[in-house]
């Protein structure tokens, strides 16, 4: 079944503790994205990737890296997690050539 | 620059009624235009999309849309609701020149259904 697998579901850290959210689609898509959901704000991007060793930085950046090694994985990383990146956060993905977005079932962080 | 603007945050409507969900957009070039839905803890899936040809676009679950270029709008209709479209629905544009394919989001608006 084609789809994009992130986990963990539900995270729940403290401040400062380094965590890692992971992405997986098997679709062989080139273009993979992460956006954070927050009520009245719709989606906003973090990052993006057209395609393995090429990311990009999304609207909201600031916090949060990624990686894209392998064409199927691209995992988001908080470094140094604060509250205000407690949201909703979904990976995405696509062929760059149709711009029709797979979607995870999102993450719920919290961060206290 | 583009922008999306979803007037209407949340739309109640009694079941087997009609509902449109507004979508208007500005841009200064060509666009592709979708429309997702998100079901209660669920990921976004995509209802229908407007690449070019015929400006009326027929998507999933019987929801069509119409791109009107004069009025830069592509609103959702369904002739007659069913307690199971109760979600929230995003309204999304990508230039067509846009090399990256980024896709500019409205903020959303939720269809309640009453029964």
């Known amino acids: 079944e084609a789809q994009v697998t992130q986990n963990p579901r539900y995270l729940i850290t403290v401040t400062g503790k380094k965590l890692t959210v992971t992405c997986s689609q098997n679709?062989?898509?080139?273009?993979m994205s992460w956006y954070r959901q927050d009520p009245g704000l719709g989606l906003r991007q973090i990052y993006y990737?057209?395609?393995?060793?090429?990311?990009d930085k999304g609207d909201v950046p600031e916090g949060y890296k990624v990686s894209r090694k392998e064409k199927r994985n691209f995992p988001l990383i908080l470094e140094s997690p604060s509250p205000n990146q407690t949201s909703l956060y979904f990976c995405?993905?696509?062929?760059?050539?149709?711009?029709?977005?797979?979607f995870g079932n999102g993450t719920r962080l919290t961060v206290t | 620059a583009q922008s999306v603007t979803q007037l209407d945050s949340q739309v109640p409507v009694f079941e087997e009624a009609p509902v449109e969900l507004r979508c208007n957009y500005s841009s200064s070039v060509s666009v592709y235009l979708f429309w997702y839905v998100q079901y209660p803890n669920q990921g976004l899936q995509l209802l229908l999309k407007?690449?070019?040809?015929s400006t009326l676009v027929k998507g999933i679950n019987g929801f069509e849309a119409e791109f009107n270029k004069s009025q830069t709008s592509f609103h959702l209709r369904k002739p007659s609701v069913h307690i199971s479209d109760t979600a929230e629905y995003f309204c999304a544009v990508s230039g067509l020149m846009d090399s990256n394919y980024q896709l500019i989001w409205g903020a959303g608006t939720k269809l309640i259904i009453k029964p």
């Open positions: 995405a993905s696509s062929f760059t050539r149709a711009p029709s977005l797979h």
């Open positions: 407007y690449l070019s040809g």
């Open positions: 679709m062989n898509h080139e273009y």
């Open positions: 990737s057209m395609n393995v060793e090429v990311t």
